[in-house]
């Protein structure tokens, strides 16, 4: 472990003023925060870790990770690091990792995949990040996002997720890639209030639930080329959910875990 007294130490300059989502994107890294979602991301993520910055009061707890991370680990004072970073963090724990480069859309849907999450203009960072903990939870095989989503990497969007941005496969995608999906034998599922019942559906062995921002919805290309439509039946006068409670409910059924 690595003491960092002086808050310009180079070393430590992937944590500098981290709230500047931009300047963070720009070096090419991306945040982890919180002790437990810091341990997911080295001992389960694939992506590359490259080190870890403690206050003191977090070394004990995290060392058995820190020391098996095989990564620089860098501790401060809290007052220090309060200084990195440029706000009062007070989780204490934060690990930078290296944005990986774009991959093609099927790279990350394996020849076994069976469940697809495909996301559509969702802009806000806790609605991608918690679409992530419900894909996780219901063992989807990939997330996909279209490029008005806001990034899952950006650290509020890891923290929402717990992680599960960091260990879900997911890629960047046009809704014409949706094409290939179906052509792998892919059901298209595309959630709005104007569908089907989504208890009646047929089930599929494979299946790609499509969400789109609570606004709007879907763009009118993607629904065309969805196999059903289908809608969550809800009391008189409301015809929506959050779209990350819709996605996991829609989960739940079309996983065939009901």
Same mark, same amino acid.
């Given at each position: 472990?690595?003491?960092?007294? +002086?808050?310009?130490?180079?070393?430590?300059?992937?944590?500098?003023?981290?709230?500047?989502?931009?300047?963070?994107?720009?070096?090419? =890294?991306?945040?982890?925060?919180?002790?437990?979602?810091?341990?997911?991301?080295?001992?389960?993520?694939?992506?590359?870790?490259?080190?870890?910055?403690?206050?003191?009061?977090?070394? +004990?707890?995290?060392?058995?990770?820190?020391?098996?991370?095989? =990564?620089?680990?860098?501790?401060?004072?809290?007052? =220090?690091?309060? %200084?990195?970073?440029?706000?009062?963090?007070?989780?204490?724990?934060?690990?930078?990792?290296?944005?990986?480069?774009?991959?093609?859309?099927?790279?990350?849907?394996?020849?076994?995949?069976?469940?697809?999450?495909?996301?559509?203009?969702?802009?806000?960072?806790?609605?991608?990040?918690?679409?992530?903990?419900?894909?996780?939870?219901?063992?989807?095989?990939?997330?996909?996002?279209?490029?008005?989503?806001?990034?899952?990497?950006?650290?509020?969007?890891? %923290?929402?997720?717990?992680?599960?941005?960091?260990?879900?496969?997911?890629?960047?995608?046009?809704?014409?890639?949706?094409?290939?999906?179906?052509?792998?034998?892919?059901?298209?599922?595309?959630?709005?209030?104007?569908?089907?019942?989504?208890?009646?559906?047929?089930?599929?062995?494979?299946?790609?639930?499509?969400?789109?921002?609570?606004? %709007?919805?879907?763009?009118?290309?993607?629904?065309?080329?969805?196999?059903?439509?289908?809608?969550?039946?809800?009391?008189?006068?409301?015809?929506?959910?959050?779209?990350?409670?819709?996605?996991?409910?829609?989960?739940?059924?079309?996983?065939?875990?009901?």
């Amino acid at each position: 472990m690595i003491r960092i007294d +002086d808050p310009g130490d180079p070393r430590v300059a992937d944590y500098v003023d981290i709230r500047e989502a931009a300047l963070v994107k720009q070096r090419g =890294v991306f945040l982890v925060e919180g002790t437990e979602v810091v341990r997911t991301f080295l001992t389960k993520s694939p992506l590359e870790k490259r080190s870890l910055l403690l206050s003191d009061k977090r070394v +004990d707890a995290m060392r058995d990770v820190a020391d098996a991370a095989g =990564v620089p680990v860098y501790v401060a004072a809290p007052a =220090v690091m309060n %200084r990195i970073v440029g706000f009062d963090i007070h989780r204490g724990c934060l690990a930078a990792g290296a944005v990986p480069a774009p991959v093609p859309a099927m790279d990350v849907v394996g020849e076994g995949a069976r469940t697809v999450l495909f996301l559509e203009g969702l802009a806000n960072h806790d609605n991608v990040g918690q679409a992530f903990r419900n894909a996780a939870a219901f063992g989807v095989d990939a997330v996909w996002l279209d490029a008005t989503c806001a990034d899952p990497l950006y650290r509020k969007a890891i %923290r929402t997720s717990m992680g599960a941005a960091l260990t879900v496969p997911f890629a960047r995608v046009t809704s014409e890639d949706l094409n290939a999906l179906a052509a792998r034998g892919f059901t298209l599922v595309a959630m709005t209030p104007a569908g089907d019942d989504l208890a009646t559906l047929p089930r599929s062995d494979r299946t790609a639930v499509l969400v789109g921002t609570e606004g %709007r919805g879907l763009e009118a290309a993607t629904m065309a080329r969805a196999h059903h439509r289908a809608r969550i039946p809800m009391a008189p006068g409301h015809d929506s959910l959050n779209v990350a409670t819709a996605a996991a409910i829609a989960l739940y059924v079309l996983a065939g875990r009901c």
